[in-house]
């Protein structure tokens, strides 16, 4: 029983693959990671939204086999691949990623589909007659399906049931009303034109809603500021005691597996209570002793632009941002381990999983059989079609008002003056 979807039943091959233990971790990964600090409700796990995924996707085959563009067995395949799409993920989600793939090489796609691949997963599909190979490249959108575009764009393309099930379901658990969006009428007006998934004419108010509904959600829950307070300590703690956790570069999917959230966190908080001689070390530990008391960063300097090329995305150079950072704390005369720049990226509309500047949603018109761009027939969506970047600064709570006025200081001088890229 689902909170979102209400009754999800499963096939036989579903069952098998879900009572997994690949997949059963996905009960011990939070799907928000440290967001219940902030939303003490969004504690909901990852294996709950991609169950609902699956579900979603078994609704949207039906629809596309009723048009003649898909079989039983093709509905099949999405709805494993929904179920699949995230087993890749690490600690904690994304707050583990960036540290997780400077080490391993490894976004968590890559690593779901190796985990597909070289797990009791891919012996299950197997032993059912299913080409594990496909489903671990169609569960994260890297492939056709029997010469096929369009399959994949249904499990992660511009309009997929990973982001409908998700906006319903974060907005349901951490009690925010702006994420919630009518899955059943997008996936009704779902087609097909030119092997790509596109959406009926009549669907636009529905596709407008979820544009709107993916807009809020970034910026009231998944770039709020103490969200991104909790994340950006967690994934500098993480960074530091990588190699302690057990995180190399030649991984094993058994090894991986074993970091959920649980075995994580109770790693940190033993490395935290030992006394250590690197002076790195020693301030991780301290800085996590703070998240496990909700002693959070401050937020002290927020910046946000909106860009029309994805290539003007605010700040994403490591080397930029170390030197930023070097700059507020020497002004602001504290130590540079109490600065923390934030800058995450969105794209203001659902684009291609690529992040392609022309990833405008196509309307089809049944009854003309023509296509337009979204952007060119909604008024709404074409005011939000810039990507949205945005930066801010942090500190610890005793450094908050020096560099608050230093990170002014500096951003007026190296950043809005264009000396650096924004």
């Given at each position: 029983m689902d909170p979102i979807h209400g009754y999800i039943p499963f096939t036989e091959l579903e069952k098998n693959v879900i009572d997994t233990s690949v997949v059963q971790r996905l009960h011990r990964l939070k799907q928000l990671g440290t967001a219940y600090l902030t939303y003490p409700s969004g504690v909901h796990s990852r294996f709950s939204h991609v169950s609902g995924a699956m579900h979603l996707a078994g609704a949207a085959a039906q629809v596309l086999i009723e048009q003649g563009q898909l079989d039983a067995d093709d509905a099949q395949v999405l709805r494993v691949c929904a179920l699949l799409h995230d087993v890749g993920?690490?600690?904690?989600?994304?707050?583990?990623?960036?540290?997780?793939?400077?080490?391993?090489?490894?976004?968590?796609?890559?690593?779901?589909?190796?985990?597909?691949?070289?797990?009791?997963?891919?012996?299950?599909?197997?032993?059912?007659?299913?080409?594990?190979?496909?489903?671990?490249?169609?569960?994260?959108?890297?492939?056709?399906?029997?010469?096929?575009?369009?399959?994949?764009?249904?499990?992660?393309?511009?309009?997929?049931?990973?982001?409908?099930?998700?906006?319903?379901?974060?907005?349901?658990?951490?009690?925010?009303?702006y994420g919630r969006v009518d899955h059943r009428r997008l996936i009704e007006g779902m087609s097909v034109h030119e092997d790509d998934l596109v959406v009926n004419q009549n669907s636009v108010s529905a596709l407008e809603q979820f544009i709107i509904a993916r807009y809020e959600m970034f910026k009231a829950v998944y770039y709020h500021r103490t969200v991104r307070a909790s994340e950006l300590m967690f994934s500098h703690v993480f960074s530091v005691f990588a190699e302690d956790i057990g995180i190399h570069p030649s991984m094993s999917p058994d090894e991986y597996l074993e970091l959920d959230d649980g075995y994580v966190w109770s790693k940190l908080a033993q490395l935290s209570r030992m006394d250590h001689a690197d002076h790195e070390k020693?301030?991780?530990?301290?800085?996590?002793?703070?998240?496990?008391?909700?002693?959070?960063?401050?937020?002290?300097?927020?910046?946000?632009?909106?860009?029309?090329?994805p290539?003007?995305?605010?700040?994403?150079?490591?080397?930029?941002?170390?030197?930023?950072?070097?700059?507020?704390?020497?002004?602001?005369?504290?130590?540079?381990?109490?600065?923390?720049?934030?800058?995450?990226?969105?794209?203001?509309?659902?684009?291609?999983?690529?992040?392609?500047?022309?990833?405008d949603i196509v309307i089809y018109d049944d009854k003309t059989r023509t296509t337009q761009k979204l952007t060119k027939v909604s008024p709404i969506t074409s005011a939000l079609s810039r990507f949205m970047a945005v930066?801010?600064?942090?500190?610890?709570?005793?450094?908050?008002?020096?560099?608050?006025?230093?990170?002014?200081?500096?951003?007026?001088?190296?950043?809005?003056?264009?000396?650096?890229s924004y």
């Open positions: 993920h690490g600690p904690f989600s994304h707050s583990s990623e960036e540290t997780m793939k400077a080490i391993t090489g490894l976004t968590h796609e890559d690593m779901g589909q190796r985990l597909i691949l070289e797990t009791e997963i891919g012996d299950t599909l197997s032993q059912a007659g299913y080409a594990k190979e496909v489903v671990s490249k169609l569960a994260v959108g890297k492939t056709e399906y029997k010469g096929k575009r369009f399959p994949a764009q249904v499990v992660a393309g511009q309009v997929d049931v990973d982001k409908m099930d998700f906006l319903n379901r974060d907005s349901h658990f951490t009690g925010v009303p020693k301030e991780a530990a301290q800085l996590f002793r703070a998240l496990s008391e909700r002693r959070l960063l401050k937020s002290c300097y927020e910046a946000t632009r909106h860009e029309a090329d290539q003007g995305r605010l700040l994403t150079n490591s080397k930029v941002l170390n030197a930023l950072v070097s700059s507020i704390a020497e002004e602001a005369r504290v130590p540079e381990s109490g600065v923390f720049i934030d800058s995450p990226t969105l794209p203001a509309i659902p684009l291609s999983p690529t992040g392609e500047a022309d990833g930066v801010r600064v942090y500190s610890l709570p005793e450094h908050r008002d020096r560099v608050s006025d230093a990170a002014s200081r500096v951003f007026k001088r190296e950043v809005i003056s264009e000396k650096v």
